[in-house]
């Protein structure tokens, strides 16, 4: 097989490889054979031209032709003039096509079904690289840039699983990147001639065509190989895991029984899809022996850093999740509270790294690698886990402070009000403004939080609209304060941004509201329970929720009761059943002092010093071995041109007797030649040899007379008896290899740099000493056994 042949199929096999990475990304992935045939046929259509051979235009150009009909026959075939030829009919339908794709994207989940959208998306998307690989790779022979848009193709992938897209796939990426940069060394190497290695010392050796191991140079491709590939194999362990979505995602079912819920990494554009879903599908169930679910929200992560383009969760240390979680930070004990008991079941469509659950829980039993965040009191995933077909209890405080004790709550620590008062200094002015002109007239933080959550939620005539478009920054605030529409998300970070402009600790919280009661006594969570929440702190209460969201949820009873004391209505949402699933839940414990009792023993200071805590980021180490494993592929392209410019450096030097450097700067002036497509020719003298030089490098009148000066020097050294110093050699050498540089076209300067044809001289070297230790090795062997004594067989 040619050369371009192999990195034809190279090229090939590596853009599928790295495709695999979009393989959790549809359910059923049958999309992958339509895009590998369209992937040969490309191939193919790249190998006939380039045989004829066409222009490299027309034979990009061809391969698209080719690529166009194809998706024109697989996807537009009723549009199609004669049913193949793409017309105005066929490209609408493309168009249409193309945005059913992306609407589906912004839909569904991974896996999503196999539309004829996505599936397009897909095809179009592995084609387009593909194309780019093969361009890149094979009809302009440099190998080395492809590995960027297979890099794009894995990164995308990566990026839209959510974690499905493992080290696995990163693995089959690089195999395939690096099997292309070896059929191009290969490929290379082979343009080199024949390698014919000296016979070893002593006359002994095998003679010409006997049965020989592979060359040089093929051997130290092998090597380069299987180092690589061992590079490849250590570097996954190495990076980051790519965690799931803030909602997850997983085999659900969606229009038509195929899909799943929304998994995205950005909790806001996941929050808003999951709401956009047409079907309820169901999350969790669980059972709780609350009298009242009706305030139970069903939390998974709190936004807490606002820089003025988006809220998000700080990088905190995570730890083992303790037996009981420490007592909430801010919670006095004159506060009401009582104890609840939740067993949960998670659907085996929901897959997601945040635990969902009451606020605040003090006790969480699960099975599985779960981790702590003490911060937030949340529960995340570790080395992969996630709420897939979940089952876990949880205890947790049904808090109820009084609107007199959160009137009368003290100043909020120093420390916590600097980290949760903080506001961009792009904020709009007209933010601060509406939230002081909405509290005029309030005498505490808690009267101005109830004001904001009232206007937002009933007196300032703002409406409920899902299809708002998501966002978090200031410009967002300002939009949503203008027009008065939008969804749990503006209504939420709003409140939360104006109570930081008027000193109220704030965050966001993102999970669910409690769901829909059920005839068996559990509760049904589907996806569109999906909300956003903010919390403010007071002190002696701990963070309390607040809903400023019209139409959904239940506002706390503490913001409906009035400042003299007055009860609360009674909520509209009826209250769970007592039983509780899959286990026997304990009975409830309705006064304070049973739970401080139970409490007691694990307070701030004592939980605190028996949880061992963790770190959430990146260990050092294996950022060091992400580091060198991406240095070290990134350099192996490179060491033919390191190497060279290596040895031009030493041997243009100074050091050396003056015929050494003659000698040295002649072999300079030979490789540079050769590097550029003149092959040396070891059976002329000096002066011939200068003469082939100008000749067949077409080199200009300075570089030639350059040539010949040199030649002239090496004549000298070689035959006069007592060789006169020469001077300006290193000069003489550059000046020649600038004439070379000129007379080159930029494919063969950029050759001649970053794949030097006298880097063979590595592999013959290797050769060489290869050689030279085994017969080393066998002579003295040999010595061994001959001087070992022999039996006398007389004794």
């Known amino acids: ?137 094979v009809t302009f022979r440099s190998a080395a840039p492809a590995g960027l848009p297979l890099l794009a193709l894995y990164s995308v992938a990566a990026g839209l699983s959510g974690g499905g897209a493992g080290w696995l796939f990163f693995l089959l990426a690089a195999v395939g990147y690096l099997l292309l940069l070896l059929a191009e060394g290969r490929d290379r190497l082979s343009q080199w001639g024949r390698v014919f290695g000296g016979a070893p010392r002593g006359g002994r050796g095998p003679a010409a065509g006997e049965g020989r191991a592979a060359s040089a140079p093929v051997r130290t491709g092998r090597r380069i190989g299987v180092v690589s590939l061992g590079i490849a194999l250590i570097v996954p362990f190495a990076l980051p895991g790519l965690g799931g979505g803030l909602f997850g995602g997983g085999d659900g079912e969606g229009p038509g029984g195929q899909g799943g819920t929304i998994s995205a990494v950005n909790p806001l554009v996941s929050l808003q899809d999951n709401l956009r879903q047409q079907d309820d599908r169901e999350v969790l169930r669980y059972r709780t022996n609350a009298r009242d679910a009706s305030g139970m929200y069903l939390r998974l992560v709190a936004l807490d850093q606002f820089d003025g383009t988006a809220w998000k969760s700080s990088v905190r240390p995570i730890e083992a999740v303790p037996e009981l979680l420490p007592w909430p930070d801010g919670l006095a004990q004159d506060v009401t509270t009582t104890e609840v008991t939740s067993n949960f079941v998670a659907s085996t469509a929901y897959e997601q790294k945040w635990l969902p659950m009451p606020y605040p829980a003090s006790k969480v039993a699960i099975g599985g690698s779960w981790r702590y965040e ?58 601060k403004a509406t939230a002081l002109e909405v509290t005029r007239g309030a005498r505490n933080g808690y009267e101005r939080a109830v004001r904001l ?100 949820g239940t506002a706390p009873d503490y913001t409906r009761e009035q400042a003299t004391g007055g009860t609360a209505a009674p909520p509209a949402q009826p209250s769970a059943g007592a039983s509780a699933e899959p286990s026997a839940v304990p009975s409830a414990s309705e006064s304070c002092p049973a739970q401080l009792r139970r409490l007691g023993e694990c307070g701030p200071d004592q939980a605190a010093g028996a949880a061992a805590a963790g770190g959430s980021g990146t260990p050092p180490l294996q950022l060091a071995l992400l580091g060198l494993g991406v240095l070290l592929l990134l350099a192996l392209p490179l060491l033919p041109w390191l190497w060279r410019a290596r040895l031009r450096a030493r041997r243009l030097g100074p050091a050396g007797d003056p015929v050494t450097r003659v000698l040295a700067v002649w072999a300079e002036v030979q490789d540079t030649a050769w590097d550029h497509g003149v092959t040396p020719d070891g059976s002329l003298t000096p002066r011939g040899t200068a003469a082939r030089l100008v000749r067949l490098g077409q080199l200009g009148p300075e570089a030639a007379d350059a040539v010949h000066r040199v030649a002239r020097a090496v004549e000298q050294a070689l035959y006069a008896p007592r060789p006169a110093p020469v001077t300006g050699l290193t000069d003489q050498a550059l000046l020649i290899r600038r004439g070379f540089a000129a007379s080159a076209t930029r494919t063969g300067r950029l050759r001649a740099l970053l794949a030097p044809r006298s880097a063979a001289r590595v592999s013959w070297a290797a050769r060489a000493r290869w050689d030279s230790l085994r017969t080393t090795t066998s002579t003295r062997t040999r010595a061994l056994v001959q001087r070992r004594p022999t039996r006398d067989p007389a004794a």
């Open 453 to 552: 959550q009232d206007w937002f939620a009933r007196d300032g005539g703002f409406r409920y609209d899902v299809d708002v478009d998501s966002g978090t920054g200031v410009q967002a605030i300002s939009r949503f304060l203008r027009d008065k529409q939008g969804f749990c998300i503006h209504f939420s970070f709003t409140m939360a941004a104006m109570a930081r402009s008027l000193g109220i600790p704030a965050r966001v919280a993102v999970g669910f509201m409690p769901g829909t009661p059920q005839q068996d006594g559990s509760l049904s969570v589907g996806i569109r329970d999906a909300h956003a929440w903010p919390e403010l702190y007071f002190e002696g209460a701990g963070w309390t929720r607040f809903e400023p969201t019209p139409s959904r």
């Open 374 to 431: 003490p911060a937030g009191r949340m529960l995340v995933g570790d080395n992969g886990q996630n709420t897939k077909g979940a089952r876990y209890s949880v205890t947790s405080l049904d808090v109820r402070p009084t609107a007199e004790q959160l009137a009368a709550a003290p100043a909020a620590p120093e420390k916590l009000r600097q980290e949760y008062t903080k506001v961009p200094a792009s904020l709009p002015a007209d933010v």
């Open 1 to 137: 097989m040619s050369g371009r042949g192999r990195l034809t199929l190279a090229a090939f096999g590596a853009t599928l490889l790295a495709s695999a990475a979009l393989l959790p990304l549809v359910k059923p992935a049958t999309w992958i054979f339509t895009a590998a045939i369209l992937l040969g046929l490309v191939s193919a259509v790249g190998t006939a031209t380039r045989r004829v051979p066409l222009a490299r235009p027309l034979t990009i150009a061809a391969q698209t032709l080719v690529a166009l009909l194809v998706l024109t026959v697989v996807f537009a075939r009723e549009q199609a003039v004669l049913g193949l030829l793409p017309g105005p009919d066929a490209f609408a339908a493309f168009g249409t096509l193309f945005q059913q794709g992306v609407d589906d994207v912004g839909t569904y989940a991974a896996p999503a079904p196999d539309t004829a959208g996505i599936r397009l998306l897909l095809v179009v998307g592995v084609a387009a690289v593909g194309l780019l690989v093969d361009t890149l790779a």
